[in-house]
């Protein structure tokens, strides 16, 4: 056997191995006596796949019998959503495209459940009905995923029966050659000066549509989720331009992340390479990039995706992780959270850390997964740091099954199938309605939504069925094949064909560290106890374990549960403060409520060094605040200040500095457009504009362009506000040419500002900073106090010179 042919063996066996190491060092674990979970028996298992089997039979017969061939089912309206045909929902329509999505992306669930007959109809179908000639925008990143993905798995499955089942003879890869069509559609997004895609494009006019002209934006998982398919494209149909195109904007991508941290933004300019957002983590807007860049090397065997993986995880490890959470940071100052809250898509992580061999924290965030289904019934959209609902919306998403289903693989504890078992009475009770299932709007009323997604077919229903089947059940080992983020089936062998125009080079900008996490971490540990320190986070009601060193103010973090134990046993109880969603808190401290007097010394402690802390924490957010001052009428000498935030790109005001003028508003207010409709009354003024459609830093040369002196950015989120909301600094392009100053201010602040606007509409404000507008106020109030007593003791003076000599 050659080399080449060996390392291919090799890798073709890598998730087989991975499983069975696994496995083995739970089996090899010291203390079987720590499992709780009761070990399902074979016929409820085989109950529970048979009950998959019918919801996903239930979904799909309501979606051909009353959809087909539109690309979506409206479950409680039974019947289809077409594009031009439907009522819009705006952007998220761009998934469809009148392609008949979810039969398409349905097809290789068919041959999993092993209905070949089916399977050979909707194939027919889908080659008679579907075709891609129409003047329609379309998610570059979302047609991929669901169509050519779905067409390239159903024709590697089509071939597949051919020789394995001797059936579908008749088929000639037909399917392979529409993946191709679409592909070439989608072709022209990758057109930018970068060779990062755009985010949509058109599939008759490619980026010629006039819709298109202003498209600059794309996220980080829409460009980084086409590699797989691309690849498999190229390589089952010998034309490399798409392999090629794939590639270069995974290598454009990696190129633009922050070199320091390691870290990359959500939110990018294809043209430029500008990150627009800078908020990093594992959730939406940049979830499978990390997916694919894992998922490359294993089905390509490019080790520079393992490394550039292993790069991104460990940056991820550091600074996003908190224990079984992930929080976003900031990209640049991945010290600073940007968000206090976690969305539903971050559930698939666990299950790629089992993929990379990183099973410990898997099991974790798994459990914290699993016990804010336990505490919603259903997993919200999004929820805050303290567990409570931030979005209530339940989408049916397949993320959550899909860890269980990969920890359960793993590990074999039972307690992953016990998990399955709950989420699928889940889905049946709140979820089924007479035409399929219906995603939840709120998940705290159970109101439904008339939608249902192509993924609750193509991936919800797929894991579920997974989860409880063995693998004698299924007629394919899925083994040898590579899920993709769809959970369409690519095979390992695709390695084999290559791509003879494409040369993988050893890159050298990686070296040795980078490969350091290749292997799984043999923790000797059943999840259970991993687990069981975790049983009550939520609830902050879990056993600590107990150390000789004290838990310091400065070490402390809320999501340890044994932080909160420890603080509680030296007598400190922790009270919400105001809305829970806002996450703050107020800590009193007793003697009484000590473990022991020892406990009792170490939480006064504990609370000095939180107070000084607290204080050093203030004045460096103070520091960093701008303040948006001005009269409070045009007589008065009394002044108040609402709080904004700096910005990166402009200059900053320090010390005394500031900025004074006559306060107008932009005219159109997002002021993106060249020239402003008012561009003529700006000169000399301070400009406001509200926040969109643009960034941050095109509004603020826009406003320099007319002659503003300053810039005042308003949230477009109603309801937002300072005090309820971290203050963060705008970020810019890299680009060092806004030379006015720019301040950020939430919508609370701002309505505050716009009351005084409009009751005074000539209104002159101050911008500068607010820890110099404290020292102006406290030195205005000093000098009138001096005042005041220096006119007291002269009206004194006075009254006793009135008074006769007899009474002194």
């Not at 919801?55 to 979606?63: Q, S």
């Not at 192509?454 to 693998?471: A, G, I, N, Q, R």
């Not at 303040?627 to 910005?647: I, N, R």
């Given at each position: 056997?050659?080399?080449?042919?060996?390392?291919?063996?090799?890798r073709?066996l890598?998730?087989s191995?991975?499983?069975?190491?696994?496995?083995?060092?739970c089996?090899?674990s010291?203390?079987?006596s720590?499992?709780?979970?009761?070990?399902?028996?074979?016929?409820?298992?085989?109950?529970?796949?048979?009950?998959?089997?019918?919801?996903?039979?239930?979904?799909?017969?309501?979606?051909?019998?009353?959809a087909?061939?539109?690309?979506?089912?409206?479950?409680?309206?039974?019947?289809?959503?077409y594009?031009?045909?439907t009522p819009?929902?705006?952007?998220?329509?761009?998934?469809?495209?009148?392609?008949?999505?979810?039969?398409?992306?349905?097809l290789?669930?068919?041959?999993l459940?092993?209905d070949?007959a089916?399977?050979e109809?909707a194939v027919?179908?889908?080659?008679?009905?579907?075709?891609?000639?129409?003047?329609?925008?379309?998610?570059?990143?979302e047609?991929n995923?669901r169509?050519?993905g779905?067409?390239?798995s159903?024709?590697?499955?089509?071939e597949?029966?051919?020789?394995?089942a001797?059936?579908?003879?008749?088929?000639?890869?037909?399917m392979l050659?529409?993946?191709?069509?679409l592909g070439?559609?989608l072709?022209p997004?990758?057109?930018?000066?970068?060779?990062?895609?755009h985010?949509?494009?058109?599939?008759r006019?490619?980026m010629?549509d006039?819709?298109?002209?202003?498209?600059?934006e794309?996220?980080?998982?829409?460009?980084?989720?086409?590699?797989?398919?691309?690849?498999?494209l190229s390589?089952?149909?010998?034309?490399?331009?798409?392999?090629v195109?794939?590639h270069?904007?995974?290598?454009?991508l990696?190129?633009l992340?922050?070199?320091?941290?390691?870290?990359?933004?959500t939110?990018l300019?294809?043209?430029s390479?500008?990150?627009v957002r800078?908020?990093?983590?594992?959730?939406?807007?940049?979830?499978?990039y990390y997916?694919?860049?894992f998922?490359?090397y294993?089905?390509?065997?490019?080790?520079?995706?393992?490394?550039?993986?292993?790069?991104?995880?460990?940056?991820?490890?550091?600074?996003?992780s908190?224990?079984?959470m992930?929080?976003d940071?900031?990209?640049h100052?991945?010290?600073a959270?940007?968000?206090?809250?976690?969305?539903?898509l971050?559930?698939?992580?666990?299950g790629?850390?089992?993929?990379?061999?990183?099973?410990?924290?898997?099991?974790?965030?798994?459990?914290?997964?699993?016990?804010?289904?336990?505490?919603h019934?259903l997993?919200?959209?999004?929820w805050?740091?303290?567990?409570?609902?931030h979005?209530?919306?339940?989408?049916?998403?397949p993320?959550?099954i899909?860890s269980?289903y990969?920890?359960?693989?793993?590990?074999?504890?039972?307690?992953?199938?016990?998990?399955?078992?709950?989420?699928?009475k889940?889905?049946?009770?709140?979820?089924?309605?007479a035409?399929?299932?219906?995603?939840?709007?709120?998940?705290?009323?159970?109101?439904?939504?008339?939608?249902?997604?192509?993924?609750?077919l193509?991936?919800?229903?797929k894991?579920?069925?997974?989860?409880?089947?063995e693998?004698?059940?299924?007629?394919?080992?899925?083994?040898?094949?590579?899920?993709?983020?769809?959970?369409?089936?690519?095979p390992?062998?695709i390695?084999?064909?290559?791509?003879?125009?494409?040369s993988?080079r050893?890159?050298?900008?990686h070296?040795v560290?980078?490969?350091?996490?290749?292997?799984?971490?043999?923790?000797?540990?059943?999840?259970?106890?991993?687990r069981?320190?975790?049983?009550n986070?939520?609830?902050?009601?879990?056993p600590?374990?107990?150390?000789?060193?004290?838990?310091?103010?400065?070490?402390?973090?809320?999501?340890?549960?044994?932080?909160?134990?420890a603080?509680?046993?030296?007598?400190?109880?922790?009270?919400?403060?105001?809305?829970?969603?806002?996450?703050?808190?107020?800590?009193?401290?007793?003697?009484?409520?000590?473990?022991?007097q020892?406990e009792?010394?170490?939480?006064?402690?504990?609370m000095?060094e939180m107070?000084?802390?607290?204080k050093?924490?203030?004045?460096?957010?103070?520091?960093?605040?701008?303040?948006?001052?001005?009269?409070?009428?045009?007589?008065?000498?009394?002044?108040?200040?609402?709080?904004?935030?700096?910005s990166?790109?402009?200059?900053?005001?320090?010390g005394?500095q500031?900025?004074?003028?006559?306060?107008v508003?932009?005219?159109?207010l997002?002021?993106?457009?060249?020239?402003?409709?008012?561009?003529?009354?700006?000169?000399g003024?301070?400009l406001?504009?509200?926040?969109?459609?643009?960034?941050?830093v095109?509004?603020?040369?826009l406003?320099?362009?007319?002659?503003?002196?300053a810039?005042?950015?308003?949230?477009?989120v109603?309801?937002?506000?300072?005090?309820?909301?971290?203050?963060?600094?705008?970020?810019?392009?890299?680009?060092?040419d806004?030379?006015i100053?720019?301040?950020?201010?939430?919508?609370?602040e701002?309505?505050?500002?716009?009351?005084?606007?409009?009751?005074?509409?000539?209104?002159?404000?101050?911008?500068?900073?607010?820890?110099?507008?404290?020292?102006?106020?406290?030195?205005?109030?000093?000098?009138?106090?001096?005042?005041a007593?220096?006119?007291?003791?002269v009206?004194?003076?006075?009254?006793q010179?009135?008074?006769?000599?007899?009474?002194?």
């Amino acid at each position: 056997m050659s080399s080449v042919s060996s390392l291919v063996a090799q890798r073709l066996l890598l998730p087989s191995l991975l499983s069975l190491l696994l496995l083995i060092v739970c089996v090899l674990s010291d203390d079987a006596s720590t499992i709780p979970t009761q070990n399902m028996s074979h016929k409820e298992r085989a109950e529970l796949r048979e009950e998959a089997r019918e919801m996903f039979y239930h979904a799909y017969r309501a979606y051909m019998e009353n959809a087909y061939p539109a690309d979506e089912l409206m479950p409680l309206s039974c019947k289809g959503r077409y594009r031009g045909v439907t009522p819009s929902r705006g952007d998220m329509d761009d998934v469809l495209g009148n392609f008949s999505m979810t039969l398409v992306d349905t097809l290789d669930t068919l041959v999993l459940l092993g209905d070949f007959a089916e399977f050979e109809y909707a194939v027919k179908l889908v080659i008679r009905d579907v075709q891609f000639d129409s003047d329609i925008i379309v998610s570059v990143f979302e047609t991929n995923i669901r169509m050519v993905g779905g067409l390239l798995s159903a024709h590697i499955l089509a071939e597949y029966l051919q020789k394995q089942a001797d059936v579908m003879h008749w088929y000639k890869g037909e399917m392979l050659e529409m993946a191709r069509e679409l592909g070439y559609r989608l072709l022209p997004a990758f057109n930018t000066t970068t060779g990062i895609p755009h985010a949509r494009v058109n599939l008759r006019l490619g980026m010629k549509d006039p819709q298109l002209k202003k498209s600059r934006e794309t996220c980080t998982a829409c460009a980084g989720t086409i590699l797989l398919e691309f690849a498999a494209l190229s390589r089952l149909t010998g034309d490399p331009i798409f392999e090629v195109r794939a590639h270069a904007a995974m290598d454009a991508l990696w190129k633009l992340r922050h070199r320091g941290s390691d870290l990359m933004g959500t939110v990018l300019n294809v043209h430029s390479g500008d990150w627009v957002r800078r908020d990093s983590g594992v959730g939406a807007g940049i979830d499978s990039y990390y997916e694919y860049l894992f998922k490359s090397y294993v089905l390509l065997g490019d080790d520079k995706y393992l490394a550039r993986f292993n790069r991104h995880y460990n940056a991820v490890m550091k600074y996003v992780s908190e224990g079984p959470m992930l929080l976003d940071v900031l990209m640049h100052r991945p010290h600073a959270k940007s968000r206090n809250f976690m969305d539903s898509l971050l559930a698939f992580w666990p299950g790629l850390q089992v993929l990379s061999g990183d099973l410990k924290p898997a099991v974790q965030t798994h459990e914290m997964l699993y016990q804010v289904m336990q505490m919603h019934t259903l997993i919200p959209e999004a929820w805050t740091v303290d567990f409570q609902i931030h979005w209530g919306q339940h989408h049916l998403r397949p993320e959550f099954i899909e860890s269980t289903y990969f920890l359960y693989r793993a590990t074999g504890d039972h307690h992953y199938l016990q998990v399955g078992k709950l989420a699928l009475k889940t889905l049946q009770q709140y979820a089924k309605v007479a035409c399929g299932y219906a995603a939840v709007n709120d998940v705290r009323t159970g109101k439904h939504e008339d939608r249902m997604d192509s993924f609750v077919l193509s991936e919800t229903f797929k894991y579920l069925f997974l989860l409880f089947s063995e693998p004698q059940d299924l007629i394919i080992n899925v083994d040898e094949f590579v899920f993709t983020t769809e959970a369409h089936l690519l095979p390992l062998s695709i390695a084999q064909l290559g791509n003879s125009t494409f040369s993988f080079r050893q890159s050298d900008e990686h070296n040795v560290l980078d490969f350091m996490r290749t292997c799984p971490s043999s923790n000797k540990l059943f999840p259970e106890k991993v687990r069981k320190p975790l049983r009550n986070f939520i609830t902050g009601s879990c056993p600590r374990t107990t150390s000789g060193k004290r838990l310091s103010a400065l070490d402390f973090q809320a999501s340890n549960a044994d932080h909160l134990r420890a603080v509680y046993d030296m007598g400190i109880t922790m009270v919400s403060v105001g809305d829970r969603s806002q996450g703050k808190v107020r800590l009193f401290h007793s003697f009484y409520n000590a473990k022991s007097q020892e406990e009792g010394e170490m939480g006064l402690q504990f609370m000095q060094e939180m107070l000084e802390l607290t204080k050093m924490q203030s004045m460096n957010q103070l520091a960093q605040l701008q303040a948006v001052a001005y009269a409070l009428d045009d007589q008065s000498q009394d002044w108040t200040a609402l709080m904004a935030g700096p910005s990166h790109f402009s200059p900053e005001l320090i010390g005394e500095q500031f900025v004074e003028g006559e306060i107008v508003l932009a005219s159109p207010l997002r002021a993106c457009d060249e020239p402003l409709q008012n561009a003529n009354n700006v000169a000399g003024k301070i400009l406001v504009a509200e926040r969109g459609d643009c960034t941050f830093v095109s509004k603020a040369r826009l406003a320099q362009k007319a002659g503003a002196t300053a810039l005042i950015v308003c949230d477009n989120v109603s309801g937002s506000s300072g005090e309820t909301q971290p203050m963060f600094a705008m970020s810019g392009d890299g680009k060092d040419d806004v030379a006015i100053p720019v301040v950020f201010m939430y919508n609370m602040e701002f309505t505050t500002l716009a009351a005084a606007m409009l009751r005074r509409p000539q209104l002159r404000v101050r911008i500068m900073q607010m820890v110099e507008f404290k020292r102006w106020q406290l030195a205005k109030e000093a000098h009138q106090n001096e005042t005041a007593a220096a006119a007291a003791a002269v009206a004194s003076a006075a009254m006793q010179k009135k008074k006769p000599d007899k009474e002194l």
